[in-house]
């Protein structure tokens, strides 16, 4: 098996600590990345499409908005064994001596964003997920959208924009504030809600379906305060204690029965 030095080449000797600058991203860019310009270029608009929804509905809960392009260059789409390899390698080099997870034992994601201690980036990859649908849908699918190549490409937008949606509201997140189940509750939520304010087409996923209702609660009962709080943007301590406390341990055991503390 390859070590994380073959497999991420002179970027194995970063470290979280702080933001990655331009220069650190880009040689990490040069390690893990090999999509063909035009992929990227592909990957980039839909980075600038989902944001850019991000921002028309909920820019003003966000007191320091980025541009499409800021966001784009945390962005790094790593094939998923230089994935791996770099999840490893980084998590094991983090000060902290545990790490919050709601993934299942053993597995480490499609994509992760670290917060700005941890280098301020998204790293990961975009999931075939044609492979996985049963026949009856790449039938229905190949049919209305004229043969099976713009079916599977169909497909893979659907899962991208989920997923560059998803890690980009992560990246406005202060994840050392707030706890993991308010983070993915929300990354869930406004990620369902611009897809379908947008009225784009998507992939329904179940295991987002109470993420979502439990988040829609909070908002329901405490009000802007919720996306306030999710952005950063200021909340008093007593209503972040109200809000953060609607969480019990039997719902998070219903919504995440997986999250754990892992010492590493």
Same mark, same amino acid.
């Given at each position: #098996?390859?070590?994380?030095?073959?497999?991420?080449?002179?970027?194995?000797?970063?470290?979280?600590?702080?933001?990655?600058?331009?220069?650190?991203?880009? %040689?990490?860019?040069?390690?893990?990345?090999?999509?063909?310009?035009?992929? $990227?270029?592909?990957?980039?608009?839909?980075?600038?499409?989902? =944001?850019? !929804?991000?921002?028309?509905?909920?820019?003003?809960?966000?007191?320091?908005?980025?541009?499409?392009?800021?966001?784009?260059?945390?962005?790094?789409?790593?094939?998923?064994?230089?994935?791996?390899?770099?999840?490893?390698?980084?998590?094991?080099?983090? $000060?902290?001596?545990?790490?919050?997870?709601?993934?299942?034992?053993?597995?480490?994601?499609?994509?992760?964003?670290?917060?700005?201690?941890?280098? =301020?980036?998204?790293?990961?990859?975009?999931?075939?997920?044609?492979?996985?649908?049963?026949?009856?849908? *790449?039938?229905?699918?190949?049919?209305?959208?004229?043969?099976?190549?713009?079916?599977?490409?169909?497909?893979?937008?659907?899962?991208?924009?989920?997923?560059?949606?998803?890690?980009?509201?992560?990246?406005?997140?202060? =994840?050392?504030? @707030?706890?993991?189940?308010?983070?993915?509750? !929300?990354?869930? &939520?406004?990620?369902?809600?611009?897809?379908?304010?947008?009225?784009?087409?998507?992939?329904?996923?179940?295991?987002?379906?109470?993420?979502?209702?439990?988040?829609? &609660?909070?908002?329901?009962?405490?009000?802007?305060?919720? =996306?306030?709080?999710?952005?950063? %943007?200021?909340?008093?301590?007593?209503?972040?204690? *109200?809000?953060?406390?609607? #969480?019990?341990?039997?719902?998070?055991? @219903?919504?995440?029965?997986? #999250?754990?503390?892992?010492?590493?």
């Amino acid at each position: #098996m390859a070590t994380s030095k073959e497999v991420l080449g002179p970027t194995n000797s970063l470290r979280p600590g702080r933001p990655l600058d331009q220069d650190q991203l880009d %040689s990490l860019r040069l390690d893990c990345q090999d999509q063909s310009p035009q992929e $990227i270029n592909y990957l980039c608009q839909l980075t600038a499409i989902t =944001h850019d !929804a991000l921002l028309q509905y909920y820019g003003k809960y966000i007191p320091c908005p980025k541009t499409h392009q800021e966001i784009f260059d945390r962005f790094i789409f790593a094939h998923p064994p230089v994935y791996r390899a770099f999840f490893d390698h980084w998590i094991s080099s983090k $000060i902290t001596k545990t790490t919050t997870t709601h993934l299942e034992p053993g597995s480490k994601g499609l994509m992760r964003a670290f917060d700005v201690p941890e280098g =301020h980036l998204v790293i990961g990859y975009i999931p075939d997920v044609w492979k996985e649908l049963d026949e009856a849908k *790449k039938i229905e699918l190949t049919r209305s959208s004229g043969g099976i190549k713009k079916a599977k490409h169909f497909v893979y937008y659907l899962e991208a924009v989920f997923q560059i949606a998803h890690e980009t509201v992560h990246l406005y997140q202060d =994840h050392q504030a @707030l706890p993991l189940w308010f983070l993915e509750c !929300a990354a869930y &939520f406004y990620t369902d809600k611009i897809i379908a304010k947008k009225k784009w087409a998507s992939l329904k996923i179940p295991s987002c379906e109470l993420p979502i209702k439990f988040y829609d &609660f909070l908002i329901t009962k405490h009000g802007a305060a919720v =996306h306030q709080l999710c952005f950063g %943007s200021p909340v008093t301590r007593k209503k972040t204690k *109200k809000i953060l406390s609607e #969480m019990t341990p039997g719902i998070q055991a @219903l919504i995440f029965p997986t #999250m754990r503390t892992e010492k590493k």
